[in-house]
């Protein structure tokens, strides 16, 4: 039989994180009020309440069911059995920014909510809150790198400019390219050494098997402007172009853009003539050009790097 006193609002109440995933906000009222969270979600192994999961979780934050369904991404304000409302195919479960959460809810108790994978910048707060971040206290402060900063609002232009479609070709089509300049010795100014400082300094240790966030921090502002290069369809064809000479012209413009520390040479200058080519016809296959098709077959010749 219910009891009315079987459920009632906890003394500390906090409002949820806007995009905050159930189970987080679930976790954070726990927390904050030093409950078990089992004993939150079942408060008597002998009596039943009547009320369902998401009526309990009203009551127990002292929330409205709409102010729930417009902020939470996976609560289901009607009836649960329909299951939680769909989440985008390009979100993923991070941790909100650290600095937001105390902003938003007064708070320091992290949230974990569904955002879009591209949002790798709290631009806000100037903290790397994306890849490669497994823990509020990995998110890095940016205030000394502020063109990483810059290259987040500038990969958001992108995406409206040119459409998120083209952005996510060319950004799938680039990575092996970008990967191998990343092995061999691409310089990345002082950007690195300066965000590698700061977590030796203020941040945690991370796992040798893990990549370090601070590392793809430090390589997001070029890995942006790589994308921005091959999402022009002019430097697509000159890229493409069976013409020795502007093929030399569209590699020489490459090595200006995006300097090494030291020259390529050998089978890497081979390597990266290919993979340029290869790249820039990957997206017009991806198109629907049926130009990057043979380009693309001739540009996968196997070599050695």
Request: hydrophobic residues 40%; contains cysteine; glycine residues 4%.
């Amino acid at each position: 039989m219910f009891r009315p006193a079987l459920i009632r609002s906890l003394p500390i109440q906090l409002p949820p994180f806007p995009g905050e995933c159930e189970s987080s906000y679930w976790a954070r009222l726990a927390l904050a009020n030093h409950v078990p969270l089992a004993r939150l979600r079942a408060p008597s192994r002998w009596l039943e309440s009547s009320l369902n999961s998401v009526d309990v979780l009203c009551v127990l934050s002292g929330q409205s069911r709409q102010h729930l369904a417009r902020t939470l991404s996976d609560f289901q304000s009607d009836d649960r059995a329909e299951g939680p409302a769909p989440i985008p195919d390009d979100h993923v479960l991070r941790w909100a920014c650290r600095r937001c959460v105390v902003t938003r809810t007064g708070a320091t108790l992290p949230a974990q909510i569904w955002a879009p994978l591209h949002d790798n910048v709290c631009t806000r707060h100037k903290l790397w809150v994306g890849q490669h971040v497994h823990a509020p206290e990995e998110q890095l402060d940016l205030s000394r790198t502020p063109d990483v900063v810059r290259a987040q609002l500038k990969y958001w232009r992108l995406r409206r400019h040119h459409g998120q479609a083209l952005i996510d070709i060319c950004e799938d089509a680039t990575a092996q390219l970008w990967n191998g300049l990343a092995h061999r010795h691409y310089r990345l100014v002082r950007r690195a050494e300066l965000l590698h400082d700061l977590v030796r300094v203020k941040g945690p240790e991370v796992e040798p098997d893990r990549k370090a966030p601070w590392l793809t921090a430090a390589g997001f502002p070029e890995r942006v402007a790589l994308i921005n290069m091959f999402a022009s369809p002019h430097w697509r064809k000159l890229a493409m172009s069976d013409d020795f000479y502007v093929s030399l012209s569209s590699i020489a413009q490459f090595h200006q853009r995006f300097p090494t520390e030291s020259p390529i040479r050998g089978t890497s200058r081979i390597w990266l003539t290919k993979t340029v080519k290869s790249s820039a016809a990957e997206i017009e296959y991806q198109l629907g050009n049926p130009d990057g098709i043979a380009t693309l077959i001739a540009a996968r010749t196997p070599i050695s790097a």
